[in-house]
């Protein structure tokens, strides 16, 4: 199982950012996948995740996202993305995707995550 997050970048506040996150090494059919997000000297949180399809296949958002964030994912290109809107300074942190058979909902708890990408960073500033 392999993932790799990219798509990280410098953006004014109120700007737009897509994140992506390539996989291999398994199917979204089985395995939930979801967005992470770390800043300097905090807990890392979830943001957002997609459930397997083969659960319930529905995405959940941190409620400091919900109406700004959107995950999508694309099968053929076996890739994850997270789309953020409206940034805010509070959205700058190292972001990270992470995926793992997890039933029937995916979940924010970074511990029920066994594979790991590595982290892009987002900077909100003006």
């Known amino acids: 199982v392999q993932l790799q997050a990219s798509g990280g970048g410098l953006v004014q506040p109120g700007g737009s950012l897509r994140l992506s996150c390539g996989y291999s090494?398994?199917?979204?059919?089985?395995?939930?996948l979801g967005w992470f997000r770390q800043a300097p000297g905090k807990e890392r949180e979830g943001v957002a995740c997609?459930?397997?399809?083969?659960?319930?296949?529905?995405?959940h958002y941190a409620d400091s996202v919900k109406g700004r964030f959107a995950i999508s994912r694309d099968n053929a290109k076996n890739t994850v993305y997270l789309q953020m809107n409206s940034l805010k300074p509070e959205d700058t942190a190292s972001h990270y995707c992470?995926?793992?058979?997890?039933?029937?909902?995916?979940?924010?708890?970074?511990?029920?995550?066994?594979?790991w990408g590595q982290g892009t960073l987002v900077t909100v500033s003006s």
């Open positions: 997609v459930s397997a399809s083969d659960g319930t296949g529905t995405s």
């Open positions: 090494g398994f199917t979204l059919d089985y395995y939930a």
């Open positions: 992470a995926a793992d058979y997890i039933m029937p909902d995916c979940t924010f708890y970074p511990v029920m995550y066994g594979n």
